[in-house]
């Protein structure tokens, strides 16, 4: 089983930053890829950044500019520096790891627990 925790979700003002970070245990061979989605109230989750192993990203168009998404390779840990936030950005956020637990394995998606990220004054 391959294991996610997030952190670092909690109440910021409008303008103000918080950085996530997700950490990837558990029996991996291979992380593909490693993401981060969100979903507000009453709307569906969307994929809002992401990063392969060879360290290529993208992002949603609603975060680009404002959000930058990195990796920690030796700690199969991702972060989402999240800047200049705005109130549509309140939702929870969750992160997501395409990765397989040994050689013959394939790459099946593995999601954490999710955190909460509240943009308000």
């Known amino acids: 089983q391959v294991l996610l925790v997030e952190s670092g979700g909690g109440l910021v003002q409008p303008g103000g930053s918080l950085r996530l970070s997700c950490a990837a245990s558990?029996?991996?061979?291979?992380?593909?890829?490693m993401g981060w989605y969100r979903q507000a109230p009453g709307k569906e989750r969307e994929l809002i950044a992401a990063i392969t192993s060879d360290g290529s990203t993208n992002y949603a168009d609603s975060v680009k500019g404002r959000f930058t998404i990195s990796k920690d390779n030796a700690k199969d840990t991702v972060y989402l520096q999240m800047n200049s936030l705005k109130r549509e950005d309140t939702a929870v956020y969750f992160c997501n790891a395409q990765a397989r637990r040994y050689l013959l394995d394939y790459d099946r998606p593995y999601w954490g627990q999710g955190t909460q990220v509240t943009v308000s004054s």
């Open positions: 558990g029996t991996i061979f291979r992380i593909a890829t």
